[in-house]
């Protein structure tokens, strides 16, 4: 399979990175990887821990961790944040990217318990350590969900409102982060926006149409399409999130999102024009937990992290798309 690649052949090492180091968890999931590719093309010395957890199938994740093992200045580990041992990895890091964490707002429904694990109780036990390692800033990965169906466009200082057990956990780990910043520990909390692009999770919405529509399969339609969502490419989020490491955004939480928001019957009818086939749509009542819209404004984010979205959603798609095609025929042998 071709390796996805998330820098330009032309990026330069900054000098200014050289033996700079990071932590980077969740290091093999779809952001992850992306985030210590690119980290360490950019001179940076990365160790990544990912616990393979079973909240989708961990096969691609073994294989973005087989990939990320060639890189010279990647060290990998694997082990729950919950529970392993933490010193060691946080041994001369400067910035932690926490990545890591359950995703998935409709399994939280019957999972509660893990989720807690996966997303407070790790992120608690991470906050700990890094304090006692001195390590100088924490990144965090929050998520556009710990604003429930509030008002748009989502504005950072905006009451939060989150209606799943996921969100909820988000929120909470997100509160430990940034009611544990202070002179001895930076923490921010960036708020991502449905990350998307090739490698995507194969339970986000978005795959999983391009996957049906390329198959010629059904495609699941939750809710009559009116639902919108601000859509953010995974290289715009890895610069944003990289920055958040200098940026004066210590304290602070900062939306990451892609600018514009698309209704579910506007991908859809994008996703048809990409891939050339009919779509067969199977329409289902909304799903619980599911927000009505999603939109970010970036006001803090171009401030702050000199941060604004490059790539629209329809050429983010098309990418998308174009490596779930290769893929699929990869996988049997001919043409889709």
């Not at 200045?73 to 910035?95: I, K, P, Q």
């Not at 404004?297 to 490596?323: C, H, I, K, Q, T």
Request: glycine share 10%; proline share 4%.
């Amino acid at each position: 399979m071709t390796e996805i690649s998330d820098v330009p052949a032309s990026f330069d090492v900054e000098l200014s990175n050289v033996g700079r180091r990071a932590l980077v968890t969740g290091a093999a999931g779809f952001i992850g990887s992306h985030v210590c590719r690119t980290l360490v093309r950019g001179g940076w010395m990365v160790t990544g821990i990912d616990g393979f957890t079973d909240s989708y199938d961990p096969v691609e994740k073994l294989m973005r961790a087989a990939s990320l093992a060639r890189l010279a200045g990647m060290t990998l580990a694997v082990g729950n944040l919950a529970d392993m041992e933490l010193d060691s990895y946080l041994d001369g890091v400067e910035v932690l990217f926490h990545l890591a964490g359950r995703a998935g707002v409709r399994a939280s429904f019957s999972s509660e318990e893990l989720y807690i694990r996966d997303n407070v109780i790790a992120t608690e036990r991470l906050l700990g350590a890094a304090r006692k390692a001195g390590v100088r800033r924490i990144v965090y990965a929050s998520s556009s969900s710990v604003y429930g169906d509030g008002e748009v466009p989502f504005r950072e200082d905006a009451l939060l409102s989150p209606i799943s057990p996921y969100a909820k956990s988000k929120l909470e780990a997100e509160r430990a982060c940034l009611d544990s910043h202070g002179r001895d520990l930076e923490t921010t909390a960036l708020r991502y926006f449905t990350v998307f692009g090739p490698g995507q999770r194969p339970d986000m919405g978005l795959r999983l149409f391009a996957e049906a529509a390329l198959t010629c399969g059904v495609i699941t339609l939750l809710g009559d399409g009116t639902q919108r969502r601000d859509f953010t490419y995974v290289t715009d989020v890895v610069g944003a999130t990289i920055a958040a490491a200098d940026a004066p955004v210590a304290g602070m939480a900062v939306n990451v999102g892609g600018g514009c928001a698309f209704s579910i019957t506007e991908v859809l009818d994008i996703l048809a024009r990409l891939t050339g086939n009919r779509l067969r749509i199977d329409r289902q009542p909304f799903a619980r937990g599911d927000v009505k819209t999603t939109s970010a404004d970036l006001g803090r984010a171009r401030r702050l992290l000199g941060f604004s979205p490059v790539v629209p959603f329809e050429v983010g798609y098309e990418r998308e798309v174009a490596w779930l095609r290769e893929r699929l025929e990869q996988k049997v042998g001919v043409p889709v």
